[in-house]
């Protein structure tokens, strides 16, 4: 036994709809990135820190200053990561409220 697939009359004006459907979707995302570049510029850099500053300061510092000391050395890696993980959370806070002013100008400006 097999199944038959019934045709309908009415596959035109489906097919009208579909495509009616998909280009109001098209118009409303719009061709533009989700993410805008300079976030991603960001992210890649603090990324880049965060792997390179602290393994960079716990190589640097083991011999020419804490004399073959690794758990010191490692105190100031972990110190380093520490402040690059700040210096992210407080970019992110000024990006945030820059956002949130531009469009609280936006609102000032639409109801005068």
Known sequence: MTARRIQSVDTVAFEKDRDEASLAIREKSGLGPAVPASVILKLLGFTFAMIVGPIGT???????????????????????????????????????????????????????
């Open 58 to 112: 716990y190589f640097a510092t083991l011999h020419t200053i804490f004399k073959g000391n690794s758990t010191v050395a490692g105190a100031a890696a972990a110190v380093i990561a520490n402040v690059v993980l700040v210096g992210y959370i407080l970019v992110a806070m000024r990006e945030d409220q820059s956002e949130a002013l531009a469009a609280k100008e936006n609102i000032g400006k639409k109801t005068e």
